[in-house]
Structure formats: C-alpha cells, structure tokens
C-alpha cells in the first residue's frame, strides 16, 4: 500500500465527496423548513444555506487534506513547544485569576451569571479530570454525582432545615458514597465497557430520581430550596436586620445576592483545583498517574489497583456533588429535567478540549465552550451548529487538547515538560 502523501487532485476529490455526504445529511435538516401558517404548517426550501453549508464542508475539507499534505509526517511535537505552553500557563493562570476576582466590579448582572455559569462547569470540569485526566477512567456518567450532591442538598434543607454550609459537606459525602458504589461494579472494566457501564449508572440515577415521587418529587422536582447566607445575613429585600443590606447600612438590591453566589462558586472551584494539585503531588495522585498508563505495569509495581480506582472515583463524585448543591441552591429549584446525558458528555467534552490532566485546559475549555456559546445565543439553531464546527476544528487542530503536555508530578533534577505523544490519555 502507498504511503504518500495525498496530491492536490486525490484532496479534491475527497473534499467533493465529503460536500456530498453533507448534501445527503443536510438536504432536509437544513434546506427545508415548517413555517406556520393560518391555514397550517407549510414545506418552505432554503436552498441558500443549504448550499453555503456543502460550501463550508467542501472548502474545510479540502483545506484539511492540503494542511496535512504540507505537515511533516510523523513529526513528533517539539518538547520546546510542550515547555512553552507550560511557560505561557504560568502567566495565563494568575491573568485569569485576577479577571474572576475582580469580575463583578466591571461587569452587570447578566456577565455575573455568566460567571457563575462558567464556574460551575470548571468546577465539574476539574472534578471529571480527577477521573478522567489522572487515573485515566473513561466516565461518562458523571452527571449522576451532579444530581445526587443537588438533592442530597435539596431534601436535606427543606427536611431538617439546615442551611447550605451545614449541608454542603454532607452532600459532597453522599455523592462520595456514590461514587464508591459505582467504582466496585467496574473494578474489572476499561475502555468502552467501563464507559457503558457508567452511562448506564448515569441514566439509572435520572430514571429514579423521575419515579420515586415520594421521595424526590418526580417530575415536579422540590422547590423552595433555602438560599446560602453570610453568618447567617440573607440576601433579601424584606429589610429585617438580619439580612445583609440592612447589616450594613446598604440599599437593596437583587445583584447583592448573584454576587455573593459568584463568589460562593469561585471559592468552591478554587478549592476543587488547590486539592486536585495537592493529591497529584502525593503518592496517590501518582498512583493514578501511573494507572493511566499502564494498568497492568500499576499492579506490578505493588499499588493496589482496586483502592486507586475507588479514590478517584469518590473524590471525582465528591467535588461533582459539591457543584450539585451549588447548583441547587442558586435555581432553588431541582427536578430530573437537568441532570440528562447531555449533562455528562459537555463536562466530558470540556475535560478533553482542555487537556486531559489539564488544570488550565480545562478552565480554559469552559470559558471557552460555555461562554462562547453565550456569545451565539442569538444566532438560534446555527448555534449549535457553530459549536460543532468549532469542536471538530479543534479536535484536527489539537487532537490531545488547548494544554496536551504533562508536567511530572517527582523528577530527579529539574522538571521538564513531557509532550502529549508520550502520555496516555485516559483509555483505561
């Protein structure tokens, strides 16, 4: 069989066919519409957005073949290149700090939820990598930690009454329960299966929390969830003194409340990396370092396999548990309705764009999935497609991620940076 290299003729003829794939896909998702009228629906064609679309699909695959054509093949990624991104994140990092505790000081209301939005995924994001990025367990069923930390939060509130500081730690030790629960069925599995199985134990938990009325609400979900507060000051209007406004001399206003939520969740997240670092530096972390990379060279080695995959499962679920009664208490309001597969698979998608093992990736990856998406909002249904695009570009781009290198966690003599071609990727 031929290796070389695709010439300009055999690029475009793959391009014309990948126009023509998209044809065949596009030609009624995009080129027809309903429109209602008032004497029904009727079948309108947009012939022009279909044709720009097999356009794009045309012009974005040839250019593939082309730059791959002009890419040195085999060509290793530089450890030059790996050790100035590295560089680069250590003055990106602190840059990026600043910005997100000085963000609500420069900013409305609106760019306040958004933050706390974006937050709220680099939180999950970084509890994901613990399992993902680290020990190398592919789980796509995290969203099932998410929600039980949200209604471990929502029922023990609105039961016993306790407040969101009380509960919080408890709710992050029951999604921590959880993921022990799960960590023992999959002790055996890796890759595909181990994925499976803990889609599965994701979609377990949804259909529960959706039958179990009595217990959970069903599909009704449980509202009134209490808000947090200041030692004890409430972030309301009702101008008693006990509330923060009144406490400090303030006029009141709405925006106190998603300011303090803001910073609730930057305290959180920022808490989830300092742990995250500090277990990847002790001989844990690099336990599960080195279970990502060869499973069956970790049990050679004496580490007990089983203890490894359970840690990584139980913190993972606890820090997603902690986002759980987050999020519970800033809707004040849960049901099954937002905690669905597509939940685990953007949490799983922002662990891969960043970085597997990532800090910075990651958060670099939700900023830029969860409030780039924001910026399209308008754009209605091309949203999504904007954001597929964007995905499969990067993933061409930069199959292993924004930050692919490794720093070694022990090195004898200086630390130098590892390329992404010579780490595993989480495969186990």
């Known amino acids: 069989m031929s290796t070389a290299r695709p010439t300009l003729v055999a690029a475009m003829t793959d391009a014309a066919l990948s126009a023509l794939v998209a044809l065949g896909l596009f030609c009624v998702l995009i080129g027809l519409r309903l429109v209602p009228t ?46 100035g991104v590295t560089r680069a994140g250590r003055l990106v990092g602190p840059v990026f700090l600043i910005l997100a505790l000085t963000l609500p000081l420069y900013t409305g209301r609106y760019g306040i939820d958004v933050g706390i939005l974006v937050l ?3 939180m999950l994001g970084w509890g994901l990598n613990i399992v993902v990025g680290l020990a190398g367990l592919l789980d796509l069923g995290y969203v099932a930690f998410y929600a039980v930390g949200a209604y471990s939060y929502a029922l023990i509130s609105t039961t016993f009454h306790l407040g969101f500081w009380t509960s ?23 890759g595909d299966y181990l994925a499976i199985v ?40 009702s101008g008693d003194p006990d509330t923060f406004a ?21 305290g959180l997240a920022l808490l989830t990396n300092w742990v995250s ?54 809707q004040g309001f849960v049901s099954p309705e937002s905690f669905t597969f597509i939940e685990s698979a953007l949490v799983l998608s922002i662990v891969v764009l960043g970085g597997l093992g990532s800090q910075l990736g990651v ?24 954001f597929g695009l964007a995905l499969v570009v ?15 966690s022990i090195a004898l003599g200086a630390r130098r940076e590892i390329a992404a071609e010579l780490v595993a990727q989480g495969r186990g």
Request: with cysteine.
């Open 168 to 190: 919080l730690p408890v709710a992050g030790l029951l999604a921590a329960c959880w993921g022990v629960m799960l960590g023992f069925p999959v002790l055996r599995l890796r």
């Open 198 to 237: 803990t889609l599965a134990f994701g979609e377990i938990i949804r259909v529960v929390l959706i039958n179990w009325t009595s217990f959970t609400g069903g599909p009704n979900g449980i509202s009134d969830i209490p808000r947090p507060t200041l030692f004890g000051l409430k972030f309301n209007g």
């Open 246 to 266: 009144a406490f400090f001399h303030l006029d009141y206003s709405v925006t106190q409340r998603f300011v303090f939520l803001y910073y609730v969740i930057l």
């Open 363 to 386: 958060a670099l990856a939700a900023l830029v999935m969860i409030g780039g998406s924001e910026l399209f909002r308008d754009l209605a249904e091309y949203r999504m497609l904007i």
């Open 120 to 122: 709220t995924y680099v």
């Open 277 to 330: 670092l500090r277990l990847r530096r002790l001989p844990l972390g690099r336990a599960w370092e080195a279970l990502r990379e060869d499973e069956i060279a970790c049990r050679a080695l004496g580490i007990n396999v089983v203890t490894t995959k359970l840690t990584a499962f139980a913190m993972g679920a606890m820090f997603g548990g902690f986002a759980g009664a987050f999020f519970a208490t800033r």
């Open 394 to 408: 990067m993933m061409v781009l930069r199959p292993r991620g924004l930050v692919s290198g490794r720093t070694p």
């Open 38 to 83: 008032d004497s029904g629906l009727t079948l309108h064609t947009r012939p022009r957005p279909l044709v720009l679309t097999v356009l794009a699909v045309f012009a974005g695959r040839l250019l593939l073949r082309l730059w791959q054509r002009a890419r040195p093949a085999g060509a290793p990624t530089p450890r030059l290149v790996a050790e």
